[in-house]
């Protein structure tokens, strides 16, 4: 997932900066990409201490949850992580440093015992969605160009599918564990068959959303986004529906998302490259 955020940070400012006919400042860029994988981390790492118990129930493989890295240290991690994405954020620009603390407070708010925005699947959509629109007008910012139609209609639909897909997609599988911690997630409240097709749902309207885009700005980076897009939504939809999948790989939507998310925004780069 930091590589997963560290692409978003990138793929923000380059699209700005292409559509801006405006080189990027390099040194800035690669600050702020420091500054995005540091303050990933520590949100990451926060939350596998706040789910260490809802994670040993559900069996998970997280160093955590599995003895593979011990509480204090991750504790430790959690600070240290946090104070070097702050110090790298403030050494790329302002607007970076505040966007990082932003993104560090969406995560925590996402994890903390006391207000835990992943133990109700809006309001986990909801902090997902602005973290990941965080790191977009991160890269924007570190770009040093102002926002454009292509780089806003790119990071708003990964942004709503972080939200509407993977914020949903990742709790198939794990609704005991859920259940036992009193989460009242989509799967857990409507179970696992009515969460899939929320899903499957979702990467069709999303599908909509950006060839609509694409087709009004017309530009080949968010064409090529929008066709990868296309089939990444058709396999989500595929690995949502059938009965197989929610007994053998509960975590197939996710996963066929986050291939997606990847593909998007290599097929968008490579396509700035070419053009």
């Not at 708003?156 to 972080?162: A, F, H, N, P, R």
Request: aromatic share 8%; with cysteine.
């Amino acid at each position: 997932m930091q590589v997963m955020f560290v692409l978003r940070f990138v793929t923000g400012a380059l699209l700005t900066a292409s559509a801006a006919h405006h080189r990027p400042d390099a040194p800035h860029l690669l600050l702020g990409a420091v500054a995005w994988w540091a303050a990933t981390v520590s949100v990451y790492v926060f939350n596998g201490v706040s789910d260490l118990c809802e994670d040993r129930a559900n069996q998970s493989a997280r160093p955590l949850a599995s003895g593979r890295l011990t509480e204090s240290a991750a504790r430790r991690a959690v600070a240290v992580t946090a104070l070097a994405g702050l110090l790298f954020g403030c050494a790329a620009g302002w607007e970076v440093a505040e966007s990082t603390a932003v993104f560090l407070a969406l995560g925590y708010a996402y994890s903390a015992p006391s207000i835990a925005a992943k133990c109700r699947s809006w309001s986990a959509s909801a902090v997902t969605c602005a973290a990941a629109g965080a790191t977009y007008f991160a890269g924007v910012a570190a770009s040093g160009s102002g926002l454009t139609a292509e780089a806003a209609v790119f990071a708003v639909v990964l942004s709503l599918g972080v939200g509407l897909i993977a914020a949903v997609a990742k709790d198939l599988g794990s609704t005991r564990g859920d259940a036992l911690a009193g989460r009242r997630t989509l799967a857990v409240v409507r179970g696992e068959r009515s969460a899939r097709r929320f899903c499957a749902l979702s990467g069709v309207a999303l599908t909509v959303a950006l060839t609509a885009g694409a087709v009004w700005v017309h530009q080949l980076p968010l064409e090529a986004a929008a066709a990868v897009f296309a089939v990444g939504a058709l396999c989500v939809a595929g690995r949502c529906l059938p009965a197989r999948e929610e007994r053998e790989r509960p975590r197939a939507p996710y996963r066929a998302w986050m291939v997606t998310q990847y593909a998007v925004h290599l097929a968008a780069l490579a396509a700035l490259a070419w053009a």
